[in-house]
């Protein structure tokens, strides 16, 4: 591995201004848990990283913020796992951490890293994205704020830009919505998913008021089902409509064909789990 150096910035603009628009080499560094894997692999040569461990507010911790929830960029994946704001008010994050890795890599990993590293395997970010959380981005222009359904650009590819961090997400209190996250792995449970699928509703009596359906892993990026959720929104689920739902998330969603399955077996985990994954939160 080359040499690099690592700074430790006490504040946010501190951190900001060791970063360089111009030098990719040049990275922030929250937990790390994937960046020194790509660095042990020799896929990523740093030049210089710049450690957050040290940032305080707006950088930690689960915040009530009024209709939004704050989360700053380096909680660790523990602390949402075991904080009582996220879990009453969005429990299918703390139920995701079950089979989140091991807790190891919980313990260190951080929110913002997650985000930023653009995996789309990665478990929490089409959960955020069905919850209609925004991630706040700051860097040499002020700080922006970008939906994070729109985050994602492509394989390891993010709207963050050279010299940007993510200071914290934001995520909606949605009253009334209810959402599941199903996960499928071909090996152990904790191992990366064929596939994975976020179903959040919100339901009118026994109909379905509005829904977002996010399928992540067998796709490049996070994916937003708009074709099923049309199925869906404002009717009755039973077995029928639950099956058109499934055949037109099929049919939308641009799977691929790669070591944890054909896209016909993926299309097939896709129907079998909107289904369940309805019934789930159909059941309150």
């Not at 010299?163 to 199903?182: H, S």
Request: aromatic content about 4%.
């Amino acid at each position: 591995m080359a040499g690099f150096t690592i700074e430790y910035p006490g504040t946010l603009a501190e951190a900001l201004s060791l970063l360089d628009p111009d030098d990719p080499s040049v990275r922030p560094v929250g937990g790390g848990t994937a960046l020194m894997l790509m660095m042990k692999s020799q896929l990523f040569h740093p030049k210089r990283l710049v450690s957050l461990s040290r940032l305080k507010d707006p950088m930690t911790g689960c915040r009530d913020d009024g209709d939004h929830i704050r989360i700053g960029a380096m909680a660790t994946l523990s602390q949402l796992e075991h904080s009582p704001l996220i879990a009453a008010e969005f429990p299918v994050v703390c139920a995701a951490m079950a089979t989140l890795a091991n807790v190891r890599v919980r313990n260190v990993a951080t929110v913002g890293g997650n985000l930023a590293h653009g995996d789309p395997h990665l478990d929490l970010p089409p959960i955020w994205a069905a919850l209609g959380a925004e991630a706040i981005i700051d860097g040499p222009s002020g700080p922006r704020h970008v939906k994070v359904a729109d985050l994602f650009h492509g394989y390891y590819e993010t709207d963050v830009a050279d010299g940007e961090l993510i200071t914290e997400i934001r995520v909606p209190r949605r009253p009334g919505w209810r959402a599941t996250y199903r996960k499928v792995t071909t090996r152990a449970i904790h191992d990366w998913p064929a596939l994975g699928v976020t179903l959040a509703a919100r339901f009118d009596d026994d109909r379905i008021a509005d829904i977002r359906i996010v399928l992540s892993a067998a796709v490049d990026i996070p994916q937003r089902l708009t074709g099923a959720e049309e199925v869906l929104r404002g009717q009755r689920p039973d077995a029928a409509l639950l099956a058109r739902a499934g055949d037109a998330a099929a049919a939308e969603a641009p799977m691929e064909h790669d070591s944890r399955g054909s896209v016909d077996y993926k299309a097939h985990l896709l129907k079998v789990h909107i289904l369940r994954g309805m019934n789930e939160i159909g059941k309150g």
